[in-house]
C-alpha cells in the first residue's frame, strides 16, 4: 500500500472531504484511499486494489462503471458545445431531448423539467417554486413545509432543514424555520409493535393530520417524501402507507414532492418510484440516476397543475426570479440522453427487479436466522439488513459500539463495497442495476462472512 507519498499527504493538506471526521483525516488515522478507474461493478484504487462496489458511488451510478457510450457522447459534446446557458429561452439539443426523454418516462400529469446540479439545488428550486406558487394564487401564509424524521433531502440550508437526520443540523443552527417534520414510515421500529403495517400507515397518517391541524392547514404548502427511505435506513414504506398519507394531503390541499434522487430512472425495478407505489406528486426531484453521475446533473419534475400557475406568475410579474449558471448544462444533458438509452437498451429497470428480489432472498436463507439480524428489507436494488440485540421484543445496540460501521469495515476486508447507514447499525446495499446473479452471490458471501466475524 502506497501510504506516504506526495498524492496523499497533498490529499491531507489540502482537500476538504464531506462526511468526513475532518481531524482524524488530516492526522492520518483514516486512510486516504485515491480511486483510479472502474469498470461495471467495480472500482479500483491507484495501489490495484479492486473492489465490489454494493452502493453504487452513493447510490448513483446506475448503469455502472466504464460505460463507453456516455463517455463518448459527453466528449462529442464538449467538442461541439462545451457550455451555454438556458436563460431567456436559450437551449441545446442534448437538454431539449433530455426534458423530452424525461416527460416520456415520467408518470402521467407531469409538465416540464427544469435542471439543476444535484438533488440539493433541485430541492432548494422546488421549495422556492412552491412558495411562488402560493404567493400567485394569494396564500402568503402558506408557506411550510413537512418533512419525516430520518428522510434526506440534501444538506443545503433549506434542504439540509427539510433532512430528518441530527447529523445534518447538529451545530449548523438548522432546521430553519418553517420547516417540520413527521414520523417516519419506520415500521419496524413502531411504537407499538402489535399494529400490522396497514394499521401503522393508519397512525402515521392521523399523525400526519394531527400536525397539519396544530399548525394550521392554510400554513402548510407541501410535504417532502422518499418513495422509499434511502440514507435514513433503506425502509419501504408499510403497506398502505402512500394512499393514506396521500388522502390527507388531498384533504388539505398541500402540495406533494416525490424525492426520486434515488428512486429514480430504475432503482426499484420501476422507472420511478412514484409509478412504484402509486403515488401522484405535484413536483418530482430527479437526480443521480438521471446520468448514472457520469455528470453533474439535476431535475424538478413540475405537473400540469404547477406549470398553469408558474405561468400565471411571469404573466402578472415578469420573467421569474430563478437560474443557475449550469442549468441544462450541456454536458450533463448529453450525459443523460446516453445514460437513458443505455437503461432502455440494456434492460436495466428490469434487472434491477429481478436481480433485486434474488438479492433479497439470498440474504433472507442466509442470514434472517441470525439473532442478531432484526430486519432484512428492501424493493428492488435497494436493500438493508438491521442489527439488534434481539429481534422480539426489539432491543437495538448501544450506538457506541459502532456495530454497523465494524459490519461495514469487515465487509470491505473482503474486498466489497457496503455502507453503513446513520443512526442504527445498519448495512445498506444499492449496487450498479446491472449486477449479476452471480456478483450478487459474492456480495451476500462477503456480507455473511462478515456477520460470523464480528458476531
Not at 419525516?148 to 433549506?158: C, T
Amino acid at each position: 500500500m502506497l501510504t506516504n507519498d506526495t498524492l496523499a499527504q497533498w490529499d491531507r493538506e489540502n482537500f476538504f472531504h464531506p462526511s468526513t471526521h475532518l481531524a482524524q483525516h488530516a492526522r492520518g488515522e483514516t486512510p486516504s484511499r485515491i480511486i483510479k478507474t472502474a469498470k461495471g461493478v467495480y472500482i479500483e484504487d491507484r495501489d490495484g486494489t479492486q473492489m465490489l462496489d454494493a452502493f453504487a458511488g452513493l447510490y448513483c451510478v446506475n448503469v455502472g462503471y466504464g460505460r463507453s457510450e456516455i463517455a463518448d457522447a459527453i466528449a462529442a459534446q464538449a467538442h461541439e458545445l462545451a457550455y451555454y446557458h438556458s436563460y431567456v429561452g436559450h437551449g441545446t439539443e442534448a437538454s431539449v431531448t433530455l426534458a423530452k426523454m424525461i416527460l416520456d418516462r415520467a408518470p402521467k400529469g407531469m409538465s416540464k423539467v427544469y435542471f439543476g446540479q444535484s438533488g440539493s439545488d433541485a430541492n432548494e428550486t422546488n421549495i422556492k417554486l412552491v412558495w411562488y406558487m402560493n404567493n400567485i394564487l394569494g396564500r402568503p401564509e402558506k408557506k411550510k413545509i413537512i418533512s419525516r424524521w430520518r428522510g434526506y433531502h440534501g444538506s443545503g440550508l433549506m434542504t439540509g432543514s427539510l433532512t430528518g437526520l441530527g447529523l445534518f443540523h447538529a451545530k449548523f443552527d438548522l432546521p430553519l424555520a418553517g420547516v417540520i417534520h413527521t414520523e417516519a414510515p419506520y415500521y419496524l421500529r413502531r411504537d407499538d409493535e402489535s399494529l400490522s403495517e396497514q394499521a401503522f400507515s393508519a397512525q402515521c397518517a392521523e399523525r400526519l393530520e394531527a400536525m397539519i391541524l396544530a399548525q394550521g392547514p392554510d400554513t402548510i404548502a407541501a410535504f417532502i417524501g422518499e418513495p422509499v427511505l434511502g440514507t435514513g435506513g433503506l425502509v419501504p414504506p408499510p403497506a398502505g402507507y402512500w394512499a393514506a398519507i396521500q388522502t390527507v394531503l388531498h384533504k388539505y390541499d398541500i402540495l406533494l414532492i416525490a424525492d426520486e434522487v434515488v428512486t429514480g430512472f430504475g432503482r426499484l425495478g420501476s422507472m420511478f418510484g412514484s409509478d412504484h407505489y402509486d403515488i401522484r406528486p405535484d413536483i418530482i426531484t430527479i437526480a443521480k440516476g438521471l446520468t448514472s453521475a457520469y455528470a453533474p446533473l439535476s431535475g424538478s419534475i413540475v405537473s400540469d397543475k404547477v406549470w398553469k400557475v408558474l405561468e400565471q406568475g411571469t404573466d402578472e410579474n415578469g420573467p421569474i426570479g430563478h437560474g443557475w449558471t449550469y442549468s441544462a448544462h450541456p454536458i450533463g444533458a448529453a450525459a443523460g440522453v446516453a445514460n437513458l438509452k443505455l437503461i432502455d437498451t440494456l434492460g436495466l429497470v428490469e434487472n434491477a427487479s429481478k436481480t433485486g428480489t434474488y438479492l433479497l432472498n439470498s440474504l433472507r436463507e442466509r442470514l434472517a436466522d441470525h439473532p442478531n439480524v432484526v430486519d432484512i428489507r428492501g424493493e428492488g436494488l435497494m436493500v438493508a439488513i438491521e442489527f439488534g440485540q434481539a429481534k422480539t421484543p426489539l432491543k437495538l445496540f448501544d450506538p457506541a459500539r459502532k456495530i454497523g460501521y465494524a459490519l461495514a469495515a469487515a465487509v470491505g476486508a473482503r474486498k466489497v463495497i457496503v455502507r453503513a447507514m446513520p443512526e442504527g447499525d445498519i448495512l445498506g446495499l444499492a449496487p450498479p442495476l446491472c449486477i449479476s446473479a452471480q456478483e450478487v452471490d459474492l456480495v451476500v458471501d462477503a456480507i455473511a462472512d462478515a456477520v460470523v466475524e464480528i458476531f
